[in-house]
Protein backbone atom coordinates (compact mmCIF):
# COMPACT_ATOMS: atom_id res chain seq x y z
CA UNK A 1 0.00 0.00 0.00
CA UNK A 2 1.65 3.59 -0.98
CA UNK A 3 0.30 4.79 2.76
CA UNK A 4 1.86 3.02 5.76
CA UNK A 5 1.24 5.70 8.21
CA UNK A 6 -1.79 4.45 10.31
CA UNK A 7 -3.29 7.89 10.23
CA UNK A 8 -3.70 7.37 6.76
CA UNK A 9 -6.13 4.62 7.11
CA UNK A 10 -8.37 7.02 9.76
CA UNK A 11 -11.54 7.68 6.93
CA UNK A 12 -12.42 11.39 9.23
CA UNK A 13 -8.80 12.41 7.71
CA UNK A 14 -9.91 10.94 4.68
CA UNK A 15 -13.14 12.64 4.23
CA UNK A 16 -11.77 15.41 5.33
CA UNK A 17 -9.12 15.54 2.24
CA UNK A 18 -11.60 14.64 -0.07
CA UNK A 19 -13.31 18.27 0.19
CA UNK A 20 -10.44 20.48 -0.28
CA UNK A 21 -10.37 23.29 -2.93
CA UNK A 22 -7.51 24.78 -1.17
CA UNK A 23 -4.38 23.71 0.76
CA UNK A 24 -1.76 26.30 2.25
CA UNK A 25 1.26 25.51 3.71
CA UNK A 26 3.72 27.04 6.18
CA UNK A 27 7.75 27.26 4.67
CA UNK A 28 10.24 26.90 8.17
CA UNK A 29 9.53 23.34 9.34
CA UNK A 30 6.98 22.57 6.80
CA UNK A 31 8.53 23.22 3.41
CA UNK A 32 12.26 23.46 4.65
CA UNK A 33 13.31 21.50 7.47
CA UNK A 34 13.28 24.54 9.92
CA UNK A 35 16.99 24.93 9.61
CA UNK A 36 17.63 29.15 9.04
CA UNK A 37 21.37 29.58 7.38
CA UNK A 38 22.57 33.10 6.64
CA UNK A 39 25.72 34.41 5.30
CA UNK A 40 27.65 36.96 6.66
CA UNK A 41 26.18 39.85 4.64
CA UNK A 42 22.59 38.96 6.19
CA UNK A 43 20.83 37.09 3.20
CA UNK A 44 19.22 33.81 4.58
CA UNK A 45 18.87 30.54 2.46
CA UNK A 46 16.53 27.74 2.85
CA UNK A 47 16.68 24.60 1.35
CA UNK A 48 13.43 22.88 -0.31
CA UNK A 49 12.94 19.27 -1.73
CA UNK A 50 11.69 18.72 -5.27
CA UNK A 51 9.40 16.09 -4.02
CA UNK A 52 7.60 18.48 -2.04
CA UNK A 53 8.03 21.08 -4.98
CA UNK A 54 6.14 18.20 -7.48
CA UNK A 55 3.84 17.60 -4.99
CA UNK A 56 2.17 21.09 -5.05
CA UNK A 57 2.49 20.98 -8.55
CA UNK A 58 0.30 17.96 -8.63
CA UNK A 59 -2.11 19.52 -6.33
CA UNK A 60 -2.71 22.62 -8.84
CA UNK A 61 -2.35 20.01 -11.56
CA UNK A 62 -5.66 18.21 -9.81
CA UNK A 63 -7.91 21.92 -9.17
CA UNK A 64 -6.71 22.51 -5.27
CA UNK A 65 -5.82 25.94 -4.76
CA UNK A 66 -2.31 26.19 -3.24
CA UNK A 67 -0.91 29.02 -1.26
CA UNK A 68 1.78 29.78 1.17
CA UNK A 69 1.50 31.24 4.48
CA UNK A 70 4.10 31.85 6.42
CA UNK A 71 4.97 34.00 9.16
CA UNK A 72 8.82 35.15 8.32
CA UNK A 73 10.00 36.97 4.90
CA UNK A 74 12.16 35.43 2.68
CA UNK A 75 13.10 36.40 -0.79
CA UNK A 76 13.73 32.87 -0.88
CA UNK A 77 10.20 32.13 -0.07
CA UNK A 78 9.05 34.08 -2.93
CA UNK A 79 11.36 33.07 -5.45
CA UNK A 80 10.26 29.28 -4.59
CA UNK A 81 6.53 30.15 -5.09
CA UNK A 82 7.18 32.24 -8.13
CA UNK A 83 9.34 28.60 -9.84
CA UNK A 84 6.08 26.46 -8.28
CA UNK A 85 3.86 28.46 -9.76
CA UNK A 86 2.08 29.63 -6.36
CA UNK A 87 0.02 32.35 -6.92
CA UNK A 88 -1.30 32.96 -3.48
CA UNK A 89 2.04 33.66 -1.15
CA UNK A 90 1.83 35.56 2.02
CA UNK A 91 5.09 36.28 4.05
CA UNK A 92 5.65 38.48 7.34
CA UNK A 93 2.08 37.22 8.72
CA UNK A 94 0.87 37.69 12.19
CA UNK A 95 -2.29 35.93 12.21
CA UNK A 96 -2.49 33.36 9.89
CA UNK A 97 -6.18 32.37 10.59
CA UNK A 98 -7.09 35.39 9.37
CA UNK A 99 -5.62 35.75 6.37
CA UNK A 100 -6.62 31.95 5.70
CA UNK A 101 -10.25 33.44 6.15
CA UNK A 102 -9.58 35.95 3.99
CA UNK A 103 -8.58 33.99 0.90
CA UNK A 104 -11.54 31.63 1.38
CA UNK A 105 -13.90 34.36 1.30
CA UNK A 106 -12.00 35.82 -1.88
CA UNK A 107 -11.93 32.50 -3.28
CA UNK A 108 -15.63 31.66 -2.27
CA UNK A 109 -15.21 28.68 -0.30
CA UNK A 110 -15.85 27.61 2.86
CA UNK A 111 -13.46 26.20 6.25
CA UNK A 112 -14.40 22.41 4.99
CA UNK A 113 -13.12 22.97 1.53
CA UNK A 114 -9.82 24.33 3.05
CA UNK A 115 -6.52 22.49 4.78
CA UNK A 116 -3.44 23.97 6.21
CA UNK A 117 -0.11 22.45 6.82
CA UNK A 118 1.99 23.04 9.93
CA UNK A 119 4.73 22.63 12.67
CA UNK A 120 4.81 24.39 15.60
CA UNK A 121 2.09 26.09 18.52
CA UNK A 122 2.00 29.25 16.43
CA UNK A 123 -0.05 27.32 13.64
CA UNK A 124 -2.99 26.12 15.69
CA UNK A 125 -5.37 29.08 15.50
CA UNK A 126 -5.10 28.53 11.37
CA UNK A 127 -5.25 24.60 11.73
CA UNK A 128 -8.35 24.18 13.79
CA UNK A 129 -9.78 27.09 11.35
CA UNK A 130 -9.82 24.45 8.73
CA UNK A 131 -11.69 21.78 7.26
CA UNK A 132 -8.24 19.48 7.47
CA UNK A 133 -5.17 19.94 9.30
CA UNK A 134 -2.15 18.31 8.67
CA UNK A 135 1.68 18.11 10.38
CA UNK A 136 5.55 17.11 9.70
CA UNK A 137 6.44 13.79 11.77
CA UNK A 138 9.31 16.08 13.56
CA UNK A 139 6.78 19.05 13.88
CA UNK A 140 5.89 19.45 17.72
CA UNK A 141 4.27 16.66 19.76
CA UNK A 142 1.55 18.81 20.94
CA UNK A 143 0.42 20.06 17.55
CA UNK A 144 0.43 16.41 16.35
CA UNK A 145 -2.96 15.81 18.92
CA UNK A 146 -4.53 18.59 16.93
CA UNK A 147 -4.67 17.83 13.64
CA UNK A 148 -6.00 15.30 11.39
CA UNK A 149 -3.05 14.08 9.44
CA UNK A 150 0.59 13.42 10.48
CA UNK A 151 2.96 12.67 8.03
CA UNK A 152 5.88 10.17 8.39
CA UNK A 153 8.23 11.73 6.79
CA UNK A 154 10.04 15.64 8.36
CA UNK A 155 9.07 19.15 7.09
CA UNK A 156 11.64 19.77 3.91
CA UNK A 157 12.40 16.25 3.21
CA UNK A 158 9.19 14.58 1.40
CA UNK A 159 6.18 15.60 4.22
CA UNK A 160 4.48 17.84 1.61
CA UNK A 161 4.48 15.52 -1.06
CA UNK A 162 3.43 12.22 1.23
CA UNK A 163 0.31 15.03 2.22
CA UNK A 164 0.55 16.03 -1.49
CA UNK A 165 -0.20 12.20 -2.44
CA UNK A 166 -2.64 11.77 0.75
CA UNK A 167 -4.94 14.05 -0.60
CA UNK A 168 -4.94 13.36 -4.40
CA UNK A 169 -5.94 9.74 -3.16
CA UNK A 170 -8.57 10.76 -0.88
CA UNK A 171 -9.81 12.56 -3.92
CA UNK A 172 -9.76 9.52 -6.58
CA UNK A 173 -6.83 11.41 -8.61
CA UNK A 174 -3.82 10.20 -7.65
CA UNK A 175 -3.90 6.80 -9.71
CA UNK A 176 -4.61 8.38 -12.64
CA UNK A 177 -2.19 11.13 -12.24
CA UNK A 178 0.62 8.53 -11.40
CA UNK A 179 -0.17 6.88 -14.53
CA UNK A 180 0.36 9.81 -16.65
CA UNK A 181 4.02 9.52 -15.92
CA UNK A 182 4.37 5.99 -17.73
CA UNK A 183 2.59 7.14 -21.11
CA UNK A 184 4.57 10.71 -21.41
Known amino acids: MLFPNKSD ?7 KAAKLKLMAFDVDGVLTD ?3 FFTPAGDEIKAFSSLD ?10 GITVAIITGRNS ?9 LGVAHLFQGVED ?14 SAEQSGYMGDDVVDLPILRDC ?4 SVSDGHPFVH ?10 GGRGAVRELSDFILNAQGK ?3 MLDSYLTR
Open 9 to 15: QNETARG
Open 34 to 36: GTL
Open 53 to 62: GHGLKMLGEA
Open 131 to 134: GFSA
Open 96 to 109: KRAVMRGLREQLGL
Open 75 to 83: RMVELRAAN
Open 174 to 176: LDA
Open 145 to 154: RHVDFVTRQG
